[in-house]
């Protein structure tokens, strides 16, 4: 059921901030989420401000190492950006997971993040690489560190007066690689069972840095430091590894014990093979 009985497209983000703050709205661009919820469920809003006209929240921007992407950029765009190192093999893996060819170019990053899904595939790599989200309103603006922007399963730290404007992230050095594994029944339209992001750093096979951030394990998406901690200093071979596997298992289950054993196993088989792919991938790997 849907409550809508107004829309608004605006041209500029100053259009945006003065229709959100005087009304009961709700913000679409590419609305590869949005149109599916309006479908399924009641909107609490009465009306939509359409921001996929945007300029100025559009764009791909890399100063000093720092990567600055506008809000409404779609995972296409993002894909078709040649210029990222070979260290962010991960993150271009990740925007390439998303949907299909004909989502990505509609669907928005900013869209997929301010979804609040634990499954949203772009917010893995974002947590490893400690993302920040510029949030403006008519007020000013604030920045918030990507993992503190989750506030439960559809909750994000968003006012209904404020607009995600850009995302940014240091982009890692050549000594570190990020990695970055999903799983699904199906490839392209098929919901994430699970995905896995790693930020790691291997000398002479010790795992001297490690960042890891999950998708679709818990109710919504964390940096998991006592999985990192666990890892930190040892060596990179299978025995380290099993170890991880057991504890990150322990850790998941523990926050999906509501669940059936049937889906439990699925999760922590895919989370095993999430390990797997994105611990060794990440250098040198001894059995």
């Known amino acids: 059921m849907m409550n809508i009985n107004k829309a608004h497209k605006v041209k500029t983000i100053q259009q945006c901030l003065n229709i959100i703050s005087n009304c009961d709205s709700q913000i679409i661009a590419g609305g590869t989420d949005l ?4 479908s399924d469920e009641s909107i609490p809003c009465t009306s939509l401000v359409d921001i996929s006209s945007v300029e100025e929240l559009s764009f791909i921007e890399v100063k000093n190492n720092v990567v600055e992407i506008g809000a409404t950029t779609t995972f296409a765009e993002i894909i078709n950006y040649k210029r990222f190192p070979m260290s962010m093999k991960g993150f271009e893996e990740a925007m390439k997971s998303i949907g299909s060819p004909q ?3 509609v669907a928005t990053l900013g869209g997929n993040i301010c979804n609040g899904s ?3 595939d772009s917010v893995p790599v974002l947590i490893v690489l400690d993302a920040k989200l510029k949030i403006i ?9 990507i993992d503190k ?5 559809g909750k994000v730290d968003l006012l209904s007066d404020e607009l995600l404007k850009s995302i940014s992230f240091q982009m890692p050095v050549s000594s570190y690689q990020l990695n970055f594994y999903k799983y699904s029944l199906r490839e392209s339209l098929a919901i994430t069972l699970g995905s896995l992001a790693a930020l790691i750093k291997v ?11 999950p998708g679709g394990f818990s109710e919504f998406c964390v940096k998991e430091k006592e999985m990192e901690s666990r ?6 071979n299978s025995e380290n590894i099993e170890d991880l596997i057991e504890y990150a298992n322990e850790l998941v289950n523990e926050r999906i014990q509501e669940f059936d054993h049937e889906f439990q196993a699925m999760k922590n088989i895919t989370l095993d093979t999430a390990i797997r792919k994105v611990i060794k991938d990440g250098g040198k790997y001894e059995n």
Not at 231 to 236: A, E, G, H, R, T
């Open 118 to 120: 634990p499954a949203a």
């Open 203 to 213: 000398e002479d096979n010790i795992v001297k840095d490690i960042k890891i951030g």
């Open 103 to 105: 989502i990505r170019n």
């Open 137 to 145: 309103s008519l007020t000013g603006e604030r920045i918030v560190d």
């Open 149 to 153: 922007f989750f506030l439960g399963k």
């Open 231 to 236: 890892f930190i200093d040892k060596q990179l």
């Open 35 to 38: 149109v599916i919820k309006m």
